[in-house]
Nanobody, 124 residues
Framework: QVQLVESGGGLVQAGDSLRLSCAAS????????MGWFRQAPGKEREFVAA????????DYTDSVKGRFTISRDNAKMTVYLQMNSLKPEDTAIYYC?????????????????WGQGTQVTVSS
């Protein structure tokens, strides 16, 4: 059974940093694309970043480029999202997702597996 478990969320002030983790288990994820999404109250879930377990290729949405970094630890089967220079508009529930794909995908509807989410709140 595939499980994705996020952790690392919290309440921080604008300009602070957080590192989110997504621990994956239940299968081998080679050949999978891993994505981070977020959903703010009253808004649709949006793509944040993605990384390929296969070749390490990376994609970011424009609003987080230069501030967020996605990475993976193959041995720990964990994907990270380092978030620096946080802004109040980054406040949302952050979700980890996985899909069997050698290419990176931004569409949330195409992801197969999802974690339960972790809350990130950035105060001004």
């Amino acid at each position: 059974q595939v499980q994705l478990v996020e952790s690392g969320g919290g309440l921080v002030q604008a300009g602070d940093s957080l590192r989110l983790s997504c621990a994956a288990s239940g299968r081998t994820f080679t050949g999978y694309a891993m994505g981070w999404f977020r959903q703010a109250p009253g808004k649709e879930r949006e793509f944040v970043a993605a990384i390929s377990w296969w070749d390490g290729s990376i994609d970011y949405t424009d609003s987080v480029k230069g501030r967020f970094t996605i990475s993976r630890d193959n041995a720990k089967m964990t994907v990270y999202l380092q978030m620096n220079s946080l802004k109040p508009e980054d406040t949302a529930i952050y979700y980890c997702a996985a899909r069997r794909s050698l290419t990176l995908i931004r569409a949330s509807t195409l992801y197969t597996y999802w974690g339960q989410g972790t809350q990130v709140t950035v105060s001004s």
